[in-house]
């Protein structure tokens, strides 16, 4: 049963920075791609950011492109995403998902199989 974490969530003034982890349970973990999800209270679970567990393609939300990275760290069964020039409409729970849908749109919630249970991050004005 695979496990995912997140951590790295917190405070920050806008136009700071966080950095948010992901880690996987299992010794055998290799999905299709990983995603970053958020929503916020009231909202929809939004797409954020995704990348292929094999290669270096990556998608990105409109609305963070340029400012937020995803990466990874295939041995440590842990992706990773960047945070910069943090605006108060980040604000939200950020969800690490896991697909093994190859054929499935990255931006598509439903895609994903496996969720982590959030990490908060807040940005204060």
């Known amino acids: 049963q695979v496990q995912l974490v997140e951590s790295g969530g917190g405070l920050v003034q806008a136009g700071g920075s966080l950095r948010l982890s992901c880690a996987a349970s299992?010794?055998?973990?290799?999905?299709?791609?990983m995603g970053w999800f958020r929503q916020a209270p009231g909202k929809e679970r939004e797409f954020v950011a995704a990348?292929?567990?094999?290669?270096?393609?990556?998608d990105y939300a409109d609305s963070v492109k340029g400012r937020f990275t995803i990466s990874r760290e295939n041995a440590k069964n842990t992706v990773y995403l960047q945070m910069n020039s943090l605006k108060p409409e980040d604000t939200a729970v950020y969800y690490c998902?896991?697909?093994?849908?190859?054929?499935?749109?990255?931006?598509?919630?439903?895609?994903?199989?496996?969720w982590g249970q959030g990490t908060q991050v807040t940005v204060s004005s």
């Open positions: 990348i292929r567990w094999s290669g270096d393609n990556t």
């Open positions: 998902a896991a697909s093994w849908a190859l054929y499935s749109s990255s931006f598509r919630a439903t895609a994903y199989d496996v």
């Open positions: 299992g010794r055998t973990f290799s999905p299709y791609q």
